[in-house]
């Protein structure tokens, strides 16, 4: 469908934009014609609609549209002379004006929405710019699975189905353990997943589905890993505060929270956190995992991303070591946000005896049977090495600014929630 040009001289123009119809606005004068946008090429664009080109009102928003017209000289805007309709849409369901994104029955729908766009090109941005980092120093990037017979249970509990022979698989809640193996064969690297926890409860950080970054690199330590995470998160945040104005305007977001990143990253111990914590008016035992509000208000006084380390055996897992002097303690280390957005990044030391890796499977109750090709990585040589974690929809989130993990994610998988759209 052709919208009315009164000169019909289309073939002589040049096609102005093309895409989605986001709007139409006409003129306060009624001789003056109209103000036509359309989205394409990721962008908008802009148009004056002459009245003699008729019909436009009539045009549903989101209908797929190609306007051919004369591109402004200098300043002065383009003037479209003909809009043809390759697409008509439907009335929308929901108004892409103002959304609620706590309602996923549209979100195929509220993705077309500048916020979300913003939302999708900063996933990619920060995937870019993750690996940009870490090639830089050397990790390769690996591809590990998502189907195993058992999982390093991290958090929540894992999703079984049935397989083949009578088998039970595992969705991975982390490519830890994959990755973890591959040191051995290329010793620096690093793997980019879906992760799948059965988290009870929703919150403003957790989801069903994750993606999760996993480096693993020979010869490191807790010391390092560390200096490793923050010079990773402090690199992105360059990127983005240098290159991406656009996209923070996009969003509606303030780039200010970017600053902060330039600091350097406090390290306190867990029994300091706890003592830091009480002070702070919060009740706290030592032995207890972090309260969410507790976090941000610790967050809130450092003012930037802040490391908890040397955790006590009993709140980690089977692949962290013992400290020599107090093996009660581990070299471990997560790294929060200090804008509420929770753990970003937990990582260690990882143990690198058989014995000691059978050991621990056995205090954190797992079937050594379950876990006998990992104890193999061990028993037939397994470099000192360390690494970490990434939850790579929080960190996007924090990147961003926002409160929300929902705000971050493309199609979010919530506890208790739907698997639609």
Known sequence: MTVTNAQNQTAQHEILMRGWLESYKPGKNPDAGGLIRVRGDNTIREAIVPKRVTGVEDIPTQSIVEVYGYAGEGDEP??????EVL????????????????NDRYRHLHLRTPKLRAALMFRHFVQKYAREFLESRGYFHVHTPILTEASCVCSGDVFTFPYYNKKIATLIQSPWMYADSLVGSLEKVYALNPSFRREREPTTTHLVEIWQLQV????????????????????????LRSNHADLYSMAGLSMAHLNDFEKSYPRITYDESVKRIRKLGFEMEYGDDFDD???????????????VTTYPKRLKNFWFPQLEENPELTPSNDLFSHTGQGEIIGGGERVNSADQLASNLEYYGHDLDEFDWFLET?????????GFSVGFDRLTAMLMGVDHINKATVYPRLPQGGLRP
């Open 87 to 102: 697409n008509r849409a439907e009335a929308l369901p929901v108004d892409l004006r103002n959304i609620e994104l706590s």
């Open 378 to 386: 061990r028993k037939y040589g397994c470099v000192p090495h360390a």
């Open 78 to 83: 383009a003037i479209a002379t003909d809009i």
């Open 216 to 239: 693993d690199g020979a010869w490191e330590t807790n010391e390092t890993a560390m200096t490793l995470e923050e010079e990773f998160i402090r690199y992105m945040a360059n990127m």
């Open 293 to 307: 509000d507790a976090l941000h208000a610790l967050g809130k006084e450092f003012g930037s991303p802040f490391f």
